[in-house]
């Protein structure tokens, strides 16, 4: 009886977590979000390479 009831209560847990973790994942959608990655274009770029090559002699 006692393992019967950490099961059930173990299921209720984990359907809860799942259903607050979907809930969350749909009402995230804001644009403020998706829009905050900014995008450089080829020629805006600047030429400059820096490396460590001169560390390793």
Request: cysteine-free; glycine content about 0%.
């Amino acid at each position: 009886m006692k393992k019967k009831l950490q099961f059930i209560v173990v299921i209720f847990f984990v359907t809860l977590a799942f259903l607050v973790m979907l809930n969350d994942v749909k009402n995230n959608r804001s644009p403020k979000y998706q829009n905050s990655v900014e995008l450089y274009q080829v020629n805006n770029q600047a030429d400059v390479v820096a490396t460590d090559l001169n560390d390793q002699e």
